[in-house]
């Protein structure tokens, strides 16, 4: 192999891997709106906080995961979303489907409308949101970012 073949391959794997970091790191995105419609009220932190304070209601965006993935409450019951990470979420109301068993990453995504809002970065404003669920169901969400972040709230 000659010098130059050897410094446009390495030139190339330096490019290539550029774009992948880019690509995964899931720091750009639509603001989308942060309007909650019927079946509950939301409302947005002003507070940034250490997440040492999660409570029982609580759900942490922590390593491209919603955790839990599922949560149980009353009806009635204010649920709040924290992120644990320095990129940007959200929570992002409706149904997904066709996720992947090997990697996790699901097919599609349908927004419903009943809250859409952007988690900013942990210890920036905006770093939580909590939304009150007043009706019995079951109530599915995503990150609108990461296509592997899938969630559900059930409430009885």
């Known amino acids: ?6 410094a446009q391959i390495t030139l190339a794997g330096v490019l ?19 309007v909650p419609q019927s079946g509950g009220s939301a409302a947005g932190s002003a507070a940034p906080g250490d997440n040492s ?6 759900v942490e965006a922590i390593s491209i995961k919603f955790m839990p993935m599922t949560i149980t409450v009353a009806a009635g019951t204010t649920v709040r979303w924290v992120n644990g990470e320095k990129i940007t979420h959200t929570i992002t109301s409706g149904a997904w489907t066709g996720v992947n068993a090997d990697t996790g990453l699901r097919t599609t ?3 419903d409308g009943l ?36 969630a559900v709230v059930i409430v009885t």
Request: a negative charge.
């Open 1 to 6: 192999m000659t010098r130059t073949q050897t």
């Open 16 to 34: 290539g891997l550029s774009i992948l970091v880019l690509a995964l790191s899931g720091c750009a995105g639509s603001q989308p709106s942060q």
């Open 53 to 58: 304070d999660l409570g029982k209601h609580d």
């Open 109 to 111: 995504q349908t927004p």
């Open 115 to 150: 809250f859409d809002f952007t988690l900013n970065p942990r210890g920036q404003e905006g770093d939580s949101f909590e939304y009150t669920y007043t009706k019995p169901g079951t109530y599915p969400y995503y990150c609108d970012i990461h296509l592997g972040m899938n």
